[in-house]
């Protein structure tokens, strides 16, 4: 079975890695995204050291889907829950925030951005987007508790 080809969205000539145009002597790699059941891609890098960063970053995430994936359902459950008991507890908007933290502290270790951010910007940027993202949701957390813990009536 042939694998699909895999390149930056509307630049074919990218590494998919750094987004550097590709020139002549490019390497092909046949990849595997580092989710179970993701299909082989055949990719195309500038050099060694990018085939080397996309393969190293991949094996680093594998396996670490699942503990994205209860920080996102955790950060759904806690807003949820944080909303619904807020009428009788103000303390429980704590438990939202505690959701929103979680969630941003695991997307700066466990960058995972969706395939099509991929293909718009490549690994590397994707991935620096995605801490960045982690980062935000952070200091909106941070705020939240300060904003939450000011205003709480006495």
Same mark, same amino acid.
């Given at each position: 079975?042939?694998?699909?080809?895999?390149?930056?969205?509307?630049?074919?000539?990218?590494?998919? =890695?750094?987004?550097?145009? +590709?020139?002549?002597?490019?390497?092909?790699?046949?990849?595997?995204?580092?989710?179970?059941?993701?299909?082989?891609?055949?990719?195309?890098?500038?050099?060694?050291?990018?085939?080397?960063?996309?393969?190293?970053?991949?094996?680093?995430?594998?396996?670490?889907?699942?503990?994205?994936?209860?920080?996102?359902? =955790?950060?759904?459950?806690?807003?949820?829950?944080?909303?619904? +008991?807020?009428?009788?507890?103000?303390?429980?908007?704590?438990?939202?925030?505690?959701?929103?933290?979680?969630?941003?502290?695991?997307?700066?270790?466990?960058?995972?951005?969706?395939?099509?951010?991929?293909?718009?910007?490549?690994?590397?940027?994707?991935?620096?987007?995605?801490?960045?993202?982690?980062?935000?949701?952070?200091?909106?957390?941070?705020?939240?508790?300060? +904003?939450?813990?000011?205003?709480?009536?006495?």
């Amino acid at each position: 079975m042939a694998n699909p080809q895999f390149h930056l969205s509307g630049k074919k000539d990218r590494c998919v =890695w750094c987004g550097q145009p +590709l020139g002549p002597p490019f390497i092909t790699v046949d990849f595997k995204e580092g989710t179970k059941n993701a299909p082989t891609r055949e990719v195309k890098v500038c050099n060694e050291t990018c085939k080397t960063d996309l393969i190293e970053t991949e094996k680093k995430f594998e396996g670490k889907a699942p503990v994205f994936i209860g920080a996102l359902i =955790w950060l759904l459950l806690s807003s949820t829950l944080s909303l619904i +008991l807020f009428s009788k507890h103000y303390n429980m908007l704590y438990l939202g925030i505690a959701g929103v933290l979680i969630m941003g502290t695991t997307a700066y270790f466990l960058p995972f951005v969706t395939p099509q951010t991929v293909q718009m910007m490549g690994y590397k940027k994707g991935f620096r987007l995605g801490r960045i993202a982690g980062i935000i949701l952070i200091v909106v957390g941070i705020l939240a508790g300060v +904003l939450v813990y000011v205003t709480a009536p006495a």
